[in-house]
């Protein structure tokens, strides 16, 4: 039997993406109202983009889970989104890929995937801080909250830049819930600014 994501990508004709260039959003967020927890989000799924994408087609694994982001597409944030209210409507789209014949459970807060960032920075991949003023009060119970992935679909986030100078390179990373001890999904990385005040 065909897997069905494996077969919508082989009819892909025209490759529109070229991530060779790395050109930033003209609209970022403020690096003082970054939340580590909550500026990745989730928008609604449309395979056409995906069935005309080559990179996508080439980069996929079999009976793999795979993070894919896709730096130089952009999209609209969904209209819930508090980032409007900073200025911030659009980021790089980031495709959570299930090609597998399994379900896997995500681990998630409130509700939501929860999908962060890391940066490349002295020598080591770390994570990137919350600034202070945007950070807020976490409820332990936040994090018993989990998402699932059916086989053979997908989820698509959306992810504004970040306001800064220093020239790093970025990744997605996040968790499943299993009693494997490889749970961190990891991205593939680019090339991005951020603010000195978010790094470790």
Known sequence: ?????KYKLSTAFICFVSLSTYSQLKECIPFN??????SVKEISRDFSFLEDNLYLNEKLKNEVLQLIVLRDEIKDLPKYSNLYRKGVSKGYCIYLINNTNDPVVLQGMDGAVLITRQVFHSGKWT???????ARRPICGNSFFSSRKISPNSYLSFVAPCIEGEVPVK???VLNKKSSSSNNLIISNSFDTFVHWSLLN
């Open 1 to 5: 039997m065909l897997n069905i994501v």
């Open 127 to 133: 994570s990137l801080k919350s600034s202070k003023k």
């Open 170 to 172: 970025m990744r997605f």
């Open 33 to 38: 109202s970054f939340n580590q927890y909550s």
